[in-house]
């Protein structure tokens, strides 16, 4: 086990650059996913650490000592890769054991262990197998089984589920965490799957064009974007954003008036006499029919929402509503017996929603844009 | 049907398969067919000998007892000579009953494959490093040499062969077997190796890279990675590539001739069957067969590489 350090660091691609300014420090043990969209530069991020990119600028630091000028066999990390990357000429015993041979472990040790792997992974009856002759699940097992085997400082997963189906992936999810628990290394995971990344981290960093946009645990992710990217990155469906005038006891969307409640958050800074064009996030999973939502409380109203398409997920049911000119999706449990072309009156609760800066995307509760009065 | 081909075409593709096949094989099953017919018989346009004759064949390979050759009155004279030990009269009686002095194949045979061995491994030696190289370092100028390195086949051997002899003398090589056997694995390095660089290079390319980096955070060198990664799954191309250089090296007879000439021991086949042609012992028989049995490692050599190409190691590696 070791920590992990990335202090300014900087990526270039010839006159491109990839990543601006990366500081990201994991602690002993921890789970930490970096997400974000294609080309972000999360794999890159991953590369470097593991040393098989340069570093333009900044340092690379693995259990207080700076990496940047080791090679990647001698930084004592274990990575899986996207496309699993196993050797096709030998096969899963080999494979998994191979590593353990470079670094000269004894034949003892290196049975024992792969012993233990292969229980772990349930790869018993494959080891004698070539991974041409394996599923994608068994071989992305194998995938992991060779970096586990290793007693290495820090695991890094680069998109290592991205390959295999929707069931499958959902099973090996919950096997890494089954596995992180076990081993408790050190590890860093890629993905650009926003579910991956909130049921498995400890904490999540969201990356987007190469600058980490936001770090936290997952729920701090999920309830507290700090701008428009995270908040419509993470969750699913993501949250809406609707064009809104925030004055200082309501909001105001689509010529209705929303009042803050005494006891709610509310934005603690300067506002124009004619509002503040702001957009007003609010997670599909927090809306409720109002026939069906406890009175009291913080909760707030949109009226007259027309229900444009239902889709039943078996609980729940996805509604594409129209308020006025804008479009919004909202989740409600089968409660609600509304039909498409019906309008609904929507619940929610006003803690919940969050106030962006239209021009800096910010999340004005995290960035207010003005002074908080005396 | 899409693909689906008439009577007519596939007569006409049958045809015309069977007529380049013949054009191209003929010459061999000639070959095999005068080598192991009798004298009598190399007039008969027929490919199927009458009478079988291997005669040529264990000659050639020493297997027979070896032609008796009869003795000229004088020798009889002086075999007839008291004085005479009697291990020099076996030496006198040996030359008129083997005629494996007269084309030693076995000799020759081994010459050619030691020389072809030679130059063949350093060759694959050399497109190793140098085709590895190309497709995954990167250095200044990697693409421009990469590319030019096949303008060596712009200049003929013919044009080539004075020069090279001339610095071969220059520097003293031309003058020993030693250096002139040295001088000739050079060259044929230096024919083999761009099409070597060439195949292996392209090769290397389709290996995924990122074995390379599993390898190299499994605790491998560059160079470890190399010897047992890449290369364990480039063997179907090694071989193609050894093959390939071992049968340019194997049927030269250009930079053969010019250096080797003057020192009969160290012929290679091609060298020997040409003076075979020319000599008074140029018997058809024996010819072909000479030449059927030059032709068999090639042969061989392709039944091998039609057999590795044929299987692909990465497969299974990585997730396309």
Known sequence: MASLKLKNIHKRFGSVEVL??????????????????????????????????????????INHNVVNLLEPQHRNIAMVFQNYALYPHKNVRENIIFGLKMAKVSRDIMDARLEKVAKMLELQDFLDRKPAQLSGGQRQRVAMGRAIVRDADVFLFDEPLSNLDAKLRHQMRSEIKRIHRAVQTTTLYVTHDQVEAMTMGDRIVVMKEGVIEQQGTPMEIYLKPSNT??????????????????????????????????????????????????????????????????????????????????????????????VGTQSLKVRLDLRTTAKEGDTINLCFDMERAHFFDIKTDKNLFIHPPIRPQA | MLGKRTLWQNCLLALTLGVVLFFCLFPFIQILSTSLKHQFDWGNPSLIPIKLNLK??????????????????????????PLLTKEAKEKIL???????????FPRFFLNTFLLSVTAAGLSLLLAVFGAYAFSRLRFKGRSVIRRSILFVYMVGGVLLMVPLYQMSVKVGLAGTVWGSLFSLVLIYIIQTLPVSLYMLGNYFRTIPFALEEAAATDGCSRIQALFLIILPL????????????FMIAWNEFLFAFVFLKQYHDFHTLPLALQSLFVSKNAIWDRIMAASMLTLSPVILCFVFIMRNLTRGLTEGGVKE
């Open chain 1, 229 to 322: 990217f995270v908040a419509t990155f993470i969750g699913s469906p993501s949250m809406n954003l609707m064009d809104a005038k925030l004055f200082p006891e309501h909001v105001e969307i689509e010529g209705q008036r929303i009042h803050f409640k005494e006891k709610i958050q509310r934005p603690d800074f300067l506002l124009p006499k004619e509002g503040l064009p702001i957009k007003l996030g609010i997670r599909p999973d927090f809306f409720l029919d109002e026939n069906f939502a406890s009175r009291g409380g913080s909760l707030a109203k949109i009226n007259y929402a027309k229900i444009d398409l239902i889709e039943p997920l078996g609980f729940d049911k996805e509604l594409d509503v129209q």
């Open chain 2, 94 to 104: 040996s030359r008129y009953r083997s005629t494996r002095d007269v084309f030693p």
């Open chain 1, 20 to 61: 601006h300014d990366i500081n990201l420090e994991i602690k002993e043990g921890e789970f930490v996913v970096l997400v974000g969209p294609s080309g972000c530069g999360k794999s890159t991020t991953l590369r470097l650490i593991a040393g098989l990119e340069d570093i333009t600028e900044g340092e690379v630091i």
């Open chain 2, 56 to 81: 040529a064949y264990q000659e050639l390979l020493g297997l027979g007892k070896g032609a008796e050759v009869p003795i000229p009155e004088t020798v009889k004279r002086l075999l007839d000579n």
């Open chain 2, 234 to 245: 480039s063997v179907p191309m090694l071989i193609t590539v050894f093959v390939y250089c």
